[in-house]
T-cell receptor, first 111, second 111 residues
Framework: DTAVSQTPKYLVTQMGNDKSIKCEQN?????MYWYKQDSKKFLKIMFS???????INETVPNRFSPKSPDKAHLNLHINSLELGDSAVYFC??????????FGSGTRLTVV | EDKVVQSPLSLVVHEGDTVTLNCSYE??????LLWYKQEKKAPTFLFML????IEKKSGRLSSILDKKELSSILNITATQTGDSAIYLC???????????FGTGTRLQVFP
């Protein structure tokens, strides 16, 4: 069983489109995150949710809107996609002190 | 601003060599330092080091935290081609669960 699963794995879309990435975890963790990894492999946090409540919003453009319908799901919706949004987006979850579990990533390419 | 710096950025070695990867950090109210290995997809957890656990070892990998120097090293002995990956260092603070990542060290091990 996959602990943190993201869909889709790959997403190619045109500038200006709106797209969503879904994330689900079956670990019973309370906290979920979205991280962005750029072309230089630098990972940076975007959002975190704890039990459906937004905890961290790291100066991400408001074209990015996370939604957490329940504590096992955290989706990311992106409006008006731009070339600079091309990256790998990782979902992750943590149940507390002992580290994170990452999803396998969604490679977004905006053309 | 909280910051994590890793060195070297890139390392090329032959199988059997021993490598040392460095991580230094500046973070307010440090809680933990984590090492991850990233091959093609998601980062996978290696170690977590805290004030109460400054040295960890697993097989050929070991890591030490130096709280005085605000740094950590990751050692890999008798390297194998399967060790080729990006090694990521991250820290957390007492106030938040978010991971603050360094830029990573790309290790390539050739036969």
């Amino acid at each position: 069983d996959t602990a943190v699963s993201q869909t889709p794995k790959y997403l190619v879309t045109q500038m200006g489109n709106d797209k969503s990435i879904k994330c689900e975890q079956n670990l019973g963790h309370d906290t979920m995150y979205w991280y962005k990894q750029d072309s230089k492999k630098f990972l940076k946090i975007m959002f975190s949710y704890n039990n459906k409540e937004l905890i961290i919003n790291e100066t991400v453009p408001n074209r990015f809107s996370p939604k957490s319908p329940d504590k096992a799901h955290l989706n990311l919706h992106i409006n008006s996609l731009e070339l600079g949004d091309s990256a790998v987006y990782f979902c992750a979850s943590t149940g507390g002190f002992y580290g994170y579990t990452f999803g396998s990533g969604t490679r977004l390419t905006v053309v | 601003e909280d910051k994590v710096v890793q060195s070297p950025l890139s390392l090329v070695v032959h199988e059997g060599d021993t490598v040392t990867l460095n991580c230094s950090y500046e973070v307010t109210n440090f809680r933990s330092l984590l090492w991850y290995k990233q091959e093609k997809k998601a980062p996978t957890f290696l170690f977590m080091l805290t004030s109460s656990g400054i040295e960890k070892k697993s097989g050929r990998l070991s890591s030490i935290l130096d709280k005085k120097e605000l740094s950590s090293i990751l050692n890999i002995t008798a390297t194998q081609t399967g060790d080729s990956a990006i090694y990521l260092c991250a820290v957390t603070s007492l106030w938040t669960d978010k991971l603050i990542f360094g830029t990573g060290t790309r290790l390539q091990v050739f036969p």
